[in-house]
């Protein structure tokens, strides 16, 4: 069996039937490029990697800020958290206080009391502040109630005396006061029962 070669005129003028004819004008070639089925095909898969980038660099930027503010939240709990055993510190030192006569010159009683103003500023400086409600009526969500007292010369449900300071952040509540309320009741039931 002979082989026979035919050999091909590829004369310039001449093109194979399957070339698409490209434009002349540079203007036309982006026309020309999608009327061809691989460049559809192709722009379509363009478009579906550009949505699924777009969704993907989204959600990592939704996970940075999550991330963000999830460890922004932990270093705050255990801001408050270590704030609340200083707040034991800062009582002992007024307890130290309330007993050495307040025009005492003794140097342990001012370093107490050096000691005892640089905590507060310390606690100043981010944001906690005490809270005194003496003479202001008495808030259930702000003070804790440890005792009742009747007392004529002030008006009801109001603090007498401040057992141990509340404090504040803002309006935040990291120690509510433990206080002594004025209880005018108690005062008309012993009166009744005599």
Known sequence: MVLAFHPIDW????KPESE???????DDIPAAISTMPECAAMEADLSALRDQYLRLAADFDNFRKRTARDADQRADVQKISFIRELLAVVDNLERALAVHAPVSEDPLRRGIEMTHRELLLLLHRHGIKPDDPAGLPFDPHRHEAVNIRFDPAHADHLV???LQCGYLRGTEIIRPARVIVNDLSTGEKA????
């Open 11 to 14: 004369s310039p003028h001449m």
């Open 20 to 26: 698409p004819e490209f434009p002349k004008n540079a």
């Open 160 to 162: 007498l005396e401040v």
């Open 191 to 194: 009166d009744d029962a005599a």
